[in-house]
């Protein structure tokens, strides 16, 4: 890493802190205290502990090793706000994160503020070297804070979905029922090809080495599978006919009772199916991509119409192609649910709306090695027993992905932006 030489440059490392900090406090302008503390579920945690936990991924990484004069704001907060690092040492359950009505959210705000201080502090008086060192791991941090930033409305949507009174994160939207352009397919010849970030800019590390891979032709689905289309797999029985599931699918299904995904009800009155939203329930538009799947339900969406899901090779394989050009849609506060795609046949939209699920397992790419010490604990301790995702969604902050961008989730996760994209052998 070179060292950091002109104050232009710091000054781009002050900003860019300063943007994705502030855009984690918009997001919970909209709630209440009271909302804040809400955990409904165990793979979820309260807005103010993902606030809470990010500031302390500043205090902890950035701030006790490299600010030798600075003062933790409080000394409970490693035990209460560390999420899954072992070398730090013990942490509160994450089942019972829910349970912390102390620290209050205020609390929070003033600790964010705290931490928000210092570390203006360390960039702007660190030496050029040593900056220059740090700077790698403060990309990390924000990034890290983005991918929590998604993580509080996917969270709330849930939380607030369990409230039998009907909640709303914003005002309702209104949309217009247009329909998708229709479904096609864009072939590519496959041979060996190279996936993997190159190495130009910020990635996880889980997004290299970058390394060949050999591909059959192959052919991808222009946009994501909409609300229609998913209709037509239900009412076809998809969901009655265990000849079409993966066996763990099988047995969530019955286990389960899924009947339609995550956050789709019948409307007693009328019969037709509603949808809750961020911006409140509604009915269900057939133009929208469909979201909130399991990989259960896209792989057997995938075999009821005959085709199958993409590996994650092929995906970005294709999102690298000159033939991926339209852009879906990313974090709009106002409107935080996916929009009807927008390519013409023959082109590729690949990134925003939804995410998307691919057939492959989430493991080390060749010659992948975990950093040392406890930041090294970021994403190599998960790879097994999940499922790779690409693209980003339409809670995920513009910017934050990219066509080597590897998310995962275990297959039954539902309450991601989770949708479904199509291939085929040619």
Known sequence: MQPIQNQAARDALLEGYRTVRQMTEKLVEPLTPEDQNLQSMDDASPAKWHRAHT??????FLLQPHQPAYCVFDEHFNYLFNSYYEAIGERHPRPERGILSRPTAETVTQYRRYVD????????????AALGQIAPLLALGLAHEQQHQELILTDIKHAFWRNPVSLAYQPAQGFTRDMPPPLDFVSFAGGIVEIGHDGHGFAFDNEGPR???????YRIASRPISCGEYLLFMEDGGYSQPELWLSDGWATVQREGWQAPLYWTKDAKKGGWQVFTLNGKRAIDPAEPVCHVSFFEAAAFAAWAGKRLPTEAEWEHAAQSGRCEFRGGFLDRAHPHPRPASAPPGRLQMFGEVWEWTRSGYEPYPGFKPAGGAIGEYNGKFMCSQIVLRG?????PPGHVRASYRNFFPPAARWQFSGIRLAEDV
């Open 55 to 60: 500031t302390w991924f500043f205090e902890t």
């Open 117 to 128: 201080a210092a570390m203006e502090e360390l960039i702007a008086r660190i030496d050029d």
């Open 211 to 217: 390394h060949r891979v050999l591909l059959n032709p």
């Open 392 to 396: 980003g969604s339409c809670v995920t």
